[in-house]
């Protein structure tokens, strides 16, 4: 049986690199080491989603997960939507609470797309979202990534002007409200991080 140490990296890194290894190794028995109680939580709800059993048993520095794989899960999830999917980003910062923590989570939301088996075709950015596709920003190499899988990357043109950004974009492109509020509208599926 394979083994996978995960036990140094936090969500959703865990998460990321068991999927990987499951799709290289369709039917594969894999243990995964991972480090905490959530990674062990997300990592066996993935595992599940994708018809493995999982049987959780304590190790040093953590838990170790045995995926066994079993019957293809059932087609229990929802047909896809009809038309785009479209990422709308409002903020430089996911939820509402600590800033440092909203950071956090939009960086790894971002950086989770880039894995997704789903694409997404296009990421809208506005207000202080914007700051996340110019020089500077953590982001531009996950934002490259998704632009080269076909995402369409859009920063509103007037929200650019305002934080005197719009020489500083370095992914995607600018745009204009118009172009948000059709896009938007014409969505089959819109997520707000």
Do not use: W
């Not at 190794?25 to 995964?32: D, I, K, R, S």
């Not at 934080?163 to 819109?190: D, P, T």
């Amino acid at each position: 049986m394979n083994t996978l140490d995960c036990r140094a990296h936090k969500c959703p890194q865990p998460v990321v690199e068991t999927r990987k290894k499951l799709l290289s190794a369709p039917g594969e028995p894999l243990t995964v080491l991972v480090g905490d109680a959530t990674a062990r939580e997300n990592v066996s709800r993935m595992a599940q989603s994708q018809g493995y059993g999982v049987k959780e048993s304590t190790t040093e520095g953590g838990f170790a997960l045995e995926l066994s794989p079993g019957a293809p899960p059932g087609s229990t999830t929802e047909a896809p939507a009809e038309g785009k999917t479209v990422v709308y980003i409002g903020s430089d910062q996911m939820g509402s609470g600590d800033p440092e923590l909203g950071r956090i989570l939009l960086k790894n939301f971002i950086f989770t797309l880039t894995e997704a088996e789903r694409t997404v075709d296009t990421i809208f950015f506005v207000n202080a979202g914007v700051k996340l596709a110019c020089r500077g920003s953590e982001l531009i190499e996950a934002l490259e990534k998704l632009a080269c899988l076909g995402a369409d990357i859009a920063s509103c043109g007037l929200c650019l002007e305002f934080y005197g950004l719009k020489e500083r974009l370095a992914v995607g492109r600018s745009s204009n409200m118009l172009e948000i509020v059709e896009g938007l509208q014409k969505a089959g599926r819109i997520l707000r991080p």
